[in-house]
T-cell receptor, first 114, second 111 residues
Framework: EAGVVQSPRYKIIEKKQPVAFWCNPI?????LYWYLQNLGQGPELLIR????????DSQLPKDRFSAERLKGVDSTLKIQPAELGDSAVYLC????????????FGPGTRLTVT | GQQLNQSPQSMFIQEGEDVSMNCTSS?????WLWYKQEPGEGPVLLIA?????ELTSNGRLTAQFGITRKDSFLNISASIPSDVGIYFC???????????FGTGTSLTVIP
């Protein structure tokens, strides 16, 4: 069974440019998460989807961040415009359900904003 | 939000030694997860715990759900060089649907 797929793995952009990250969850997982991980820290939730509905986006900086999961499968996270402080690893995870517990992570996208 | 405190922050041990680390919270949790993360990769799920007092093993790894439901422990027996990485705990509070992650324990195994 394929794991969570993310692309790109690395991205370097200049500040004020837009950037997008893509995630394909494990087949059959209806819950999808986007996390931000700063160096030396644990992942912090940005947004959680149940199928195509964003059920928890309270920590998503909505002035510059947006996300979508149109058909309840793949998801895209966008930043526009990017700031220097957005440099981090963006992790996608999926699970069979919110309270099932077992979240499986993709390899992440390492973003560097210069 | 919730804060999970992991200790120790880092460990340097000799190959073959046993390792113990823990994770504590100020509130009651329903689920505890333990992950391992290696450089350039996403966290990999090691063990999931769902009941207070539960003790679960995965090879040389053993984790326990604390009886108070405010803590969890991970032990690694007979460490080997490939155990190197950062170990994160994650917990689901009694109220709410969001998992919170600890700050990690960095493990270095000296051959």
């Amino acid at each position: 069974e394929a794991g969570v797929v993310q692309s790109p793995r690395y991205k370097i952009i200049e500040k004020k440019q837009p950037v997008a990250f893509w995630c394909n969850p494990i087949s059959g997982h209806n819950t999808l998460y986007w996390y931000l991980q700063n160096l030396g820290q644990g992942p912090e939730l940005l947004i959680r989807y149940e199928n195509e509905e964003a059920v928890d986006d309270s920590q998503l900086p909505k002035d510059r961040f947006s996300a979508e999961r149109l058909k309840g499968v793949d998801s895209t996270l966008k930043i526009q415009p990017a700031e220097l402080g957005d440099s981090a690893v963006y992790l996608c995870a999926s699970s069979a359900g919110t309270r099932s517990g077992e979240q499986y992570f993709g390899p992440g996208t390492r973003l560097t904003v210069t | 939000g919730q804060q999970l405190n992991q200790s120790p922050q880092s460990m340097f041990i000799q190959e073959g030694e046993d390792v113990s680390m823990n994770c504590t919270s100020s509130s009651i949790f329903n689920t505890w997860l333990w992950y391992k993360q290696e450089p350039g990769e996403g966290p990999v799920l090691l063990i999931a715990l769902y009941k207070a007092g539960e003790l679960t093993s995965n090879g040389r790894l053993t984790a326990q759900f604390g009886i108070t439901r405010k803590d969890s422990f991970l032990n690694i027996s007979a460490s080997i060089p490939s155990d190197v990485g950062i170990y994160f705990c994650a917990g689901l509070p009694n109220t709410g649907n969001q998992f919170y992650f600890g700050t990690g324990t960095s493990l270095t195994v000296i051959p």
